[in-house]
């Protein structure tokens, strides 16, 4: 049997993005469920795995949606679902003022923050669902919120929290102009994290009895404090070069997920979470270019961590266009995906002639047909189609990268919540979508 023939036999269409029967069905009873993207900026992408994770929470008791975003930014996203701030809309609650904010200020987030707090409205604390962050890129934001919790609980451990936390501040905000400096005073920027952490939890117990506030508080300021000293170490080591600061970053992400799900379970209940995050995070490292350069990744952890509980859920697609920058740092544009190259999966998927389907990959022939490396498209926050091979493209194997992957053939841009004027569409190639 070819690997033509296998996809026809094996795959289920999907009608359109809010067809996720076939989906929710095949993750089961899985307690994660990992739902990658091939790109940052696909409306198809966001729409389809929300339309699953709403069927998630409401049908199979999902109790959290964790999204590759910074843990103090989602956190007041998560606040708002909960009924907990004084924002009003999801528009100021979607505060996401790193690059690339498109990422979650987008028309498709607006509609799923907007479902979720509709969902949770009635239902008790232990019913909701929440939305939370497990990037580690907010160092300074994380830093902020550790001191202004001690301040309201502990002013003497805020305090020493605050002149600890003081020796970044000469620097600013640029990370590389700290990363490679000598400690400030009698403590080296390493230290000073540490300590914060160490005593934040070393007073936990009584910090929980001062707190007139929700139990959820002194969890969010604990992972900020962890979050504040993991991130010191990433931007440390990531001027170096090699695997380490990716590394720690997957490694971050794993633990806080891991402990994000101890927080929400019951004692007789584990909490079952929906991840997102692109494809390269979610998708086994083991089964990539990724692993062979000695880089682990989220999904890879989670397989290790909670064997037979994960279900790992890949998106593709062929052409169409996506919203990414030419450049990090850059603005927002519209640019159009180039047609799968021959060779990759997404060109073997193209040939399939279905505009949309699912395919799971566990069993045989699929899996054997699948297990040969082929090459793969990540397209992320910066895009450049003019050296896409170089750029985009690398080596996996399929059925051991994902249990399942979604195909949406041709897919469109999300719609960010700030136009820029780069916001146009290049001239269409007179190849196009046969032609590279």
């Given at each position: 049997m070819t690997p033509h023939d296998a996809i026809h036999t094996a795959f289920t269409p999907v009608a359109d993005v809010e067809?996720?029967?076939?989906?929710?069905?095949?993750?089961?009873?899985a307690e994660l469920a990992l739902l990658g993207e091939a790109s940052h900026g696909t409306h198809e992408f966001y729409a389809h795995r929300a339309h699953v994770t709403r069927r998630l929470i409401v049908e199979c008791g999902?109790?959290?949606?964790v999204v590759e975003a910074d843990w103090p930014d989602a956190y007041r996203v998560n606040r708002y679902v909960r009924h907990e701030s004084h924002d009003t809309t999801a528009v100021p609650a979607l505060d996401f003022k790193r690059f690339p904010s498109w990422m979650w200020r987008n028309a498709d987030i607006i509609e799923?923050?907007?479902?979720?707090?509709?969902?949770?409205?009635?239902?008790?604390?232990?019913q909701q669902a929440g939305f939370y962050g497990m990037d580690l890129y907010s160092r300074q934001a994380s830093m902020r919120a550790v001191v202004e919790y001690l301040d309201k609980r502990d002013p003497d451990a805020a305090r020493r929290a605050r002149g600890r936390y003081s020796c970044f501040d000469?620097?600013?905000?640029?990370p590389q102009t700290w990363a490679n400096a000598e400690g400030v005073g009698t403590e080296s920027y390493e230290d000073a994290v540490v300590a914060v952490l160490r005593e934040l939890q070393r007073h936990r117990g009584e910090l929980a009895q001062r707190s007139m506030l929700p139990p959820d508080e002194f969890f969010f300021a604990e992972q900020n404090a962890r979050l504040a000293r993991n991130a010191e170490e990433y931007y440390r080591t990531m001027f170096r070069g090699g695997p380490q600061s990716w590394n720690l970053r997957e490694q971050h992400m794993a633990r806080l997920i891991e402990e994000l799900r101890n927080n929400l379970s019951g004692w007789d209940s584990p909490a079952r979470?929906?991840?997102?995050?692109?494809?390269?995070?979610?998708?086994?490292a083991r089964a990539?270019?990724?692993g062979q350069r000695g880089e682990l990744n989220v999904g890879q952890l989670m397989r290790e961590r909670f064997p037979g509980k994960t279900c790992l859920i890949g998106y593709t697609t062929s052409h169409g266009t996506v919203a990414a920058a030419s450049d990090w740092g850059g603005p927002v544009k519209l640019k159009r995906v180039r047609p799968a190259l021959p060779g990759s999966y997404e060109h073997l998927f193209y040939e399939a002639a279905h505009p949309r389907f699912f395919l799971p990959l566990r069993h045989e022939p699929i899996r054997h047909l699948l297990l040969k490396p082929r090459l793969e498209r990540a397209i992320g926050i910066v895009y450049h189609p003019e050296t896409?091979?170089?750029?985009?493209?690398?080596h996996a194997s399929l059925s051991s990268q994902f249990d399942a992957v979604l195909h949406f053939d041709h897919t469109s841009a999300v719609r960010p919540l700030e136009i820029t004027a780069q916001w146009t569409l290049p001239e269409v190639p007179e190849t196009f979508p046969t032609g590279v």
């Amino acid at each position: 049997m070819t690997p033509h023939d296998a996809i026809h036999t094996a795959f289920t269409p999907v009608a359109d993005v809010e067809d996720s029967r076939t989906t929710v069905d095949f993750i089961g009873d899985a307690e994660l469920a990992l739902l990658g993207e091939a790109s940052h900026g696909t409306h198809e992408f966001y729409a389809h795995r929300a339309h699953v994770t709403r069927r998630l929470i409401v049908e199979c008791g999902f109790r959290a949606v964790v999204v590759e975003a910074d843990w103090p930014d989602a956190y007041r996203v998560n606040r708002y679902v909960r009924h907990e701030s004084h924002d009003t809309t999801a528009v100021p609650a979607l505060d996401f003022k790193r690059f690339p904010s498109w990422m979650w200020r987008n028309a498709d987030i607006i509609e799923f923050v907007e479902w979720l707090r509709e969902y949770n409205d009635g239902l008790p604390p232990e019913q909701q669902a929440g939305f939370y962050g497990m990037d580690l890129y907010s160092r300074q934001a994380s830093m902020r919120a550790v001191v202004e919790y001690l301040d309201k609980r502990d002013p003497d451990a805020a305090r020493r929290a605050r002149g600890r936390y003081s020796c970044f501040d000469r620097h600013g905000d640029d990370p590389q102009t700290w990363a490679n400096a000598e400690g400030v005073g009698t403590e080296s920027y390493e230290d000073a994290v540490v300590a914060v952490l160490r005593e934040l939890q070393r007073h936990r117990g009584e910090l929980a009895q001062r707190s007139m506030l929700p139990p959820d508080e002194f969890f969010f300021a604990e992972q900020n404090a962890r979050l504040a000293r993991n991130a010191e170490e990433y931007y440390r080591t990531m001027f170096r070069g090699g695997p380490q600061s990716w590394n720690l970053r997957e490694q971050h992400m794993a633990r806080l997920i891991e402990e994000l799900r101890n927080n929400l379970s019951g004692w007789d209940s584990p909490a079952r979470l929906a991840i997102w995050a692109h494809n390269s995070h979610l998708g086994d490292a083991r089964a990539t270019q990724m692993g062979q350069r000695g880089e682990l990744n989220v999904g890879q952890l989670m397989r290790e961590r909670f064997p037979g509980k994960t279900c790992l859920i890949g998106y593709t697609t062929s052409h169409g266009t996506v919203a990414a920058a030419s450049d990090w740092g850059g603005p927002v544009k519209l640019k159009r995906v180039r047609p799968a190259l021959p060779g990759s999966y997404e060109h073997l998927f193209y040939e399939a002639a279905h505009p949309r389907f699912f395919l799971p990959l566990r069993h045989e022939p699929i899996r054997h047909l699948l297990l040969k490396p082929r090459l793969e498209r990540a397209i992320g926050i910066v895009y450049h189609p003019e050296t896409e091979r170089q750029s985009h493209y690398f080596h996996a194997s399929l059925s051991s990268q994902f249990d399942a992957v979604l195909h949406f053939d041709h897919t469109s841009a999300v719609r960010p919540l700030e136009i820029t004027a780069q916001w146009t569409l290049p001239e269409v190639p007179e190849t196009f979508p046969t032609g590279v």
